[in-house]
């Protein structure tokens, strides 16, 4: 598991922990992915290439640091994918986005394409994808698969959780892409729930059950 990052930070597991309760709001499911979702853009942003340009402060001339290269894209998976956008955009409000539009047939899990949108130049561009689960791994690679058609410089996968089975299965398939996560849960159900999981983070998200 080289290419798997556990966001071990105490506010990412608190908050974790507050948003699995089956009793919290869609109001406090939201806003805790929105705050997880920035804590979490902080470690996945860690190794974005710096360079050096020449600024002018009100005393003198200096040498600053700034991120290097094109803006990063942060391609989030419908329709879950998006509560955690907004978080990741408090923290790089200038990263472009894109959206895939995948579903899970119910019987037999494979991920369906019904949308796809992404900004322009992505061969210069780090891609970020973003979905709260990775459960069977359907959804993800075939998201992966499609943004390596129009091969950006690097992609990497964020959930919010996630659990053996969908972890081996991203990885098998891509194992170049690392994934970042705040916990791996015990298993997969027969229904491709995670256990003991949060539940249906879309439903929760936007409050349709
Ligand atoms: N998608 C969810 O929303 N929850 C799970 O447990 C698995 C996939």
Known sequence: MSNVHVINHPLVQHKLTLMR?????TNSFRRLLNELASLMAYEVTRDMPMSEVEIETPLETMKAKVIDGKKLVFVSILRA???ILEGMLNVVPGARVG?????RDPKTLTAVEYYFKMPSEMHERDVVIVDPMLATGNSAIAAVDRLKEMKP???KFVCLLTCPEGVAALQKAHPDVPIYTAAIDRQLNDHG???PGLG???DR?????
């Open 81 to 83: 994918g998006n509560g």
């Open 205 to 209: 998200i936007f409050g349709t059950k």
């Open 153 to 155: 410089k690097s992609i």
């Open 193 to 195: 729930y995670i256990l």
């Open 200 to 202: 249906d983070a879309g």
């Open 21 to 25: 309760k089956k009793e919290a709001s």
């Open 99 to 103: 959206h895939v539009g995948l579903y």
